[in-house]
C-alpha cells in the first residue's frame, strides 16, 4: 500500500480524536494550524521514503499558540529561528550531510498540552501516543534511522514497543533497538539545556554521539 494514504489516515484519527487534558491542533487561529500530517513539524520535513526520520516530543503548547498566530510556523510547521532548530539542521548536515527536508520529521506527541512549551506531559500519555501514532509512523516509513530527540520521547518509544527504560541519557545513548528496518537511537535534545547537559566535561561530546550513531546505521546496512 502507497505511504500517502496510510499516513493522512493516521493524520485523520488524530484529527478526529479528543484526548481529555488535551486541546487539538485545530482549536489556535481558526485551524490556520490543522494540516494533513500527525504534526505540522512534517510539513517541511515530509520525506516519506527518507532514511533518517526525526521524532521530537511534542509540537507546541497552549500558552505557546495562544502568544499570536505566528506565518512562518504557520507556513513551514516550526520555527527555524529557533536554537533548537538551528541545532537540529546542523546536526543532520554535519554527519550525514542532510537538510531538514531531506528527512521525515514528526512529534511523538500530537496534540497540544496545556501550559508552556516546557510542561510535562505524563509517561502514561506519551507511551499511549508512541503506541498509536510514533511507531506506526515508523512502520510507514521505515526509515534506516530514527534519532529520538531527548530521553523523554526515547523512553516513551521503548516502553511502547516492550522495552524497558533505559534509566539515563547516557545508557539511553548506548541502548538503540530496533524497530522493523529502522535503528533507533536516542539523542541529546537539540535545545540549548539539552546540549549543555550532554557536553558537560567534553564539547564535542554531542558531535561524538551523532558520528557514532551514523557508524552504527552504517554498520548495519553492510550486514
Given amino acids: ?33 490543522e494540516c494533513d500530517f500527525v504534526s505540522p513539524y512534517t510539513k517541511t520535513a515530509d520525506n516519506v521514503d527518507a532514511e533518517v ?9 497552549d500558552d505557546e499558540l495562544r502568544r499570536g498566530f505566528d506565518e512562518s510556523t504557520w507556513r513551514l510547521g516550526y520555527t527555524p529561528a529557533q536554537p533548537t532548530s538551528r541545532t537540529l539542521e546542523l546536526l543532520l548536515n ?6 531538514l527536508s531531506d528527512t521525515y520529521g514528526t512529534n511523538l ?3 497540544v498540552k496545556s ?9 502514561r500519555d506519551l507511551i499511549r501516543a508512541a503506541r498509536e501514532f ?7 516509513v521505515s526509515p534506516r534511522l530514527v534519532i529520538c530527540l531527548g530521553l523523554v520521547t526515547f523512553e516513551a518509544l521503548r516502553s511502547a514497543y516492550g522495552l524497558a527504560h533505559a534509566g539515563k541519557m547516557e545508557p539511553a545513548i548506548n541502548s538503540p533497538f530496533t524497530v522493523g528496518n529502522s535503528r533507533v537511537w536516542c539523542q541529546a535534545h537539540t535545545g540549548a539545556l539539552g546540549q549543555m547537559n550532554r557536553k558537560k566535561g567534553s564539547v564535542d561530546r554531542v558531535l561524538k ?15
Fill in 209 to 223: 554521539d551523532w558520528m557514532r550513531m551514523k557508524e552504527d546505521v552504517n554498520s548495519a546496512i553492510a550486514k
Fill in 115 to 123: 501550559g508552556g512549551i516546557s510542561s510535562r506531559i505524563p509517561e
Fill in 53 to 61: 526520520m526525526v521524532l521530537l516530543q511534542d509540537w507546541s503548547s
Fill in 134 to 140: 510514533a511507531l506506526p509512523q515508523i512502520e510507514i
Fill in 94 to 99: 554535519t554527519p550525514f550531510g542532510l537538510s
Fill in 109 to 111: 506527541f500530537p496534540f
Fill in 1 to 33: 500500500m502507497n505511504k500517502h494514504p496510510r499516513l493522512l489516515a493516521l493524520a485523520t484519527l488524530r484529527q478526529v480524536t479528543r484526548w481529555p487534558g488535551y486541546t487539538s491542533i485545530a482549536d489556535y487561529h481558526d485551524g490556520a494550524y
